[in-house]
């Protein structure tokens, strides 16, 4: 649980700096990016298997057909929400991204409690009902629907109960999601250097070494965050989730200086402290289920 817990904070913090980086790759496009990110997070997982073999996890593997097809649709989903992101990022849309990363998480607790019968309390629900309040107040303020926002929030939402199901480690998961959208990548950068329009290799030597470290930027994360999943219930990383689309609100406003009028700042002061219930509310229960738990056989009297 404690490892877990690392685990996902520095998901979600390393996640919400991110901003930072893609905008450094700002005259690249989107679809480009996305593509180094997929080739050179293949190359950190193909080294880190030759370091560290598993001898025999793709013959298992293959006897878990339904695990395959989780991961096989897992890749797909987060192509999208990778590519939704960086375009946000670069279109001057960070708060209305950070705004996604705080609908996902209310996802994600529901498909906890659907899907996987976790339970919460009535003090749970209530700090819940609230930051639905406050993310119906947010889309009203954009006065549209809020596009990126929700289809990262879906999508991301998506993909973590996926990786749950799947049960794979972190670095086999990342291994065939990687395998399974490769190909399509590769084509493409292939058909962008043909065209003459690539990025890699023509804007100078700093984009070039910024797309090939877009494999480590996303490696790291990415398997910090499958730590996390196999470890800890879908309701607490729900709760972590909301340390990302803090860290990105901050830098909208006071890095990038996308405008933040009161209405939308209330919107957000009702989110973050239907988060701080929240907290409370999950810190009790964790803190009953310590107090009943049995103790060890060899230190009982």
């Known amino acids: 649980m404690k490892r877990g817990l690392l685990y996902g904070v520095s998901t979600y913090g390393i996640w919400g700096l991110l901003p930072l980086y893609w905008r450094l790759l700002d005259g690249a496009g989107a679809l480009e990016v996305l593509a180094h990110r997929f080739v050179w997070t293949l190359a950190v997982v193909g080294v880190l298997l030759w370091l560290r073999p598993r001898p025999g996890w793709w013959r298992a593997l293959r006897e878990r057909p339904a695990a395959l097809r989780c991961l096989g649709v897992a890749a797909v989903i987060i192509a999208f929400n990778w590519y939704l992101y960086i375009w946000g990022v670069n279109h001057d849309r960070v708060v209305e991204t950070s705004l996604g990363y705080f609908i996902s998480p209310l996802i994600t607790v529901l498909f906890g409690v659907v899907l996987f019968r976790e339970r919460l309390r009535r003090a749970q629900w209530a700090a819940l009902g609230l930051a639905a309040v406050g993310v119906a107040w947010l889309a009203i303020d954009y006065g549209r629907v809020p596009w990126v926002a929700v289809g990262l929030a879906l999508s991301f939402a998506a993909y973590g109960v996926l990786k749950k199901k799947a049960a794979v480690s972190a670095v086999e998961s990342l291994a065939v999601e990687g395998a399974v959208v490769l190909p399509v990548m590769l084509g493409y950068l292939g058909w962008l250097e043909y065209a003459g329009r690539a990025e890699f290799g023509r804007a ?98």
Do not use: C, K, N
């Not at 470890?231 to 406003?253: K, N």
């Not at 219930?277 to 056989?297: E, G, L, N």
């Open 204 to 301: 100078g030597w700093s984009t070039t070494l910024l797309l090939m470290a877009a494999g480590p930027a996303t490696a790291i994360p990415l398997l910090f965050f499958a730590g996390a999943v196999t470890r800890i219930p879908l309701t607490y990383l729900g709760l972590l989730q909301y340390l990302t689309p803090t860290v990105q609100f901050a830098l909208a406003v006071f890095a990038f200086g996308e405008p933040m009028p009161t209405a939308r700042l209330i919107g957000f002061l009702v989110i973050w402290t239907a988060l701080a219930a929240f907290t409370a509310a999950s810190r009790h229960t964790v803190d009953r289920h310590v107090s009943v738990r049995p103790a060890p056989a060899a230190a009982r009297g």
